[in-house]
């Protein structure tokens, strides 16, 4: 008789314990689609922003406006920068690698504008790579949001980032 009572016991005790780990799976789930949210949404600006950048950039060389050209750069810079922390937490809540790999083009990107913007042949650096630019942001202009990037968009992205000659 009190082998039923250990078992019952053990029993309502393995019930209690398997709601109590469903429930906290299904907050983490519920915490994991917020920030999920939060980093596609904070994507969106820096992504329209440097689907355009090019044509910014070429016509502010054009124009010989020195001063504008370094600090859309700098601007750039700060969205290549945002894009690849929202990448990195995309990548971390997913492990989907196309995150990984625009994580890795971000990167790149920033890298080149920061020692675009340090040095004193900032036109002639951002003519060089027009066309990479160019190229780059056809194809950012094709993604929505960051969840809409597919992997060939981030491999033929990384690609070109890699091109970029500073």
């Known amino acids: 008789m009190a082998t039923k009572w250990v078992i019952a016991l053990l029993f309502i005790l393995l019930i209690a ?4 780990v469903t429930y ?5 789930e519920k915490e994991k689609k917020v920030m999920m949210s939060y980093a596609i949404a904070i994507s969106d600006i820096p992504l329209r922003e440097l689907s355009e950048m090019e044509s910014t950039l070429e016509y502010l060389r054009e124009h010989n406006a ?11 810079q700060f969205h290549a920068r945002t894009l690849y922390y929202s990448s990195s937490i995309l990548y971390t809540l997913t492990q989907d690698e ?4 625009f994580r890795t083009t971000m990167r ?23 066309n ?23 491999e033929n992205l990384l690609k070109l980032s890699e091109e970029l000659k500073y």
């Open 17 to 20: 314990y398997s709601g109590f």
């Open 108 to 130: 790149n990107l920033e890298s080149f504008l920061i020692s675009v913007n340090n040095k004193p042949n900032t036109k002639e650096i951002i003519e060089n790579n027009i």
């Open 98 to 101: 196309k995150y990984q790999i």
């Open 132 to 154: 990479v630019l160019k190229q780059m942001g056809r194809i950012l202009n094709t993604i929505n949001r960051i969840d809409n990037l597919t992997l060939m968009d981030a």
């Open 66 to 76: 020195e001063d504008l050209l370094k600090e859309r750069i700098s601007k750039y």
């Open 24 to 28: 906290n799976w299904l907050e983490g």
